[in-house]
């Protein structure tokens, strides 16, 4: 069943007014991706999860049209990561960013939004210093706007999760919009020079919340490492020496003379 059509008007302009990317393919119950036509599209879309790459979930690469688009601002700057990543990329910066919808096959309102985004190094390493800089400095809340709406985030907490990638940062954000309370439960992890966000939901039960499946972060994670660059040799700041001669000491002693060839008998 799509669970788009499931859900009341007001319900889908509760969430859809909240989040932008967060909410791609977990409304459409079409667009199932088997990963059978990239031609002409992002280097990064090879990378991302497909159907038969989980056991009893769908994968889907569409976004329903009553769905927004864009990033939005935060009423505090030190919020403003925590902000994009519920935007169409988990930063305005990104190169490029795919994106996929995963959905419990038997329960389609429980799913996971997962945006795969590439960067420089430098900037990968640091967006998730930003995230995790601003979980605590932002637990009471903040505010954002997008194209003219607000929403209220009340309660932002840091969550426990494996270590994945080569850094991890797991955080939840309640939210209330129009009365209705609703969690999200974000898992961001780099991998070399690519970010993975993954978000989940409850479409039905918005203030209960769906967290991120391990295995879904682990399998997309595979895929990712077949995306990583060798990092170039390190190399030494003074050249290397040549090893020196041994010294005269060390020389094995000659003979000043050479030996008497021995004496014919008489």
């Known amino acids: 069943m799509d669970t788009d059509k499931r859900m009341s008007g007001p319900r889908r302009a509760v969430l859809a007014a909240l989040v932008t990317l967060s909410a791609l393919g977990l409304t459409t119950a079409c667009g ?28 889907t690469d569409g976004k329903a049209d009553n769905w927004s688009s864009g990033q939005p601002e935060a009423d505090k700057s030190k919020c403003q990561p925590l902000a994009h990543s519920t935007g169409d990329k988990p930063s305005p910066d990104a190169k490029d960013t795919v994106a996929r919808g995963v959905n419990k096959t038997d329960d389609p309102a429980k799913g ?3 945006s795969l985004s ?3 190094a430098k900037r990968a390493k640091s967006l998730i210093g930003d995230l995790k800089a601003a979980v605590p400095e932002c637990r009471s809340g903040f505010g954002v706007t997008l194209k003219k709406t607000k929403t209220q985030y009340t309660k932002v907490h840091a969550e426990k999760t494996p270590s994945f990638g080569d850094d991890t940062v ?4 309640t939210a209330t919009s129009q009365g209705q309370k609703i969690v999200m439960n974000f898992v961001a992890v780099r ?14 039960d918005y203030g209960k919340g769906f967290r991120v499946p391990e ?3 682990e399998r997309q994670l595979a895929k990712l ?4 660059k060798p990092e170039p040799p390190e190399k030494s700041g003074t050249p290397e020496k040549k090893p020196e001669p041994p010294s005269k000491s060390e020389q094995p002693e000659t003979p000043d003379k050479k030996p008497e060839p021995p004496k014919k008998p008489e």
């Open 32 to 59: 199932s991706s088997d990963g059978d036509d990239d031609k002409g599209r992002s280097p990064l879309e090879q990378y991302a999860l497909v159907t038969k790459d989980l056991t009893g979930y769908t994968v």
């Open 112 to 114: 996971v939004s997962v």
């Open 118 to 120: 590439s960067y420089s």
């Open 170 to 173: 797991a955080y939840r954000m």
């Open 191 to 204: 991998s070399d020079r690519t970010v993975a966000l993954f978000t989940g939901f409850d479409l039905r």
């Open 215 to 217: 295995h879904i972060v």
């Open 225 to 228: 490492e077949k995306l990583r």
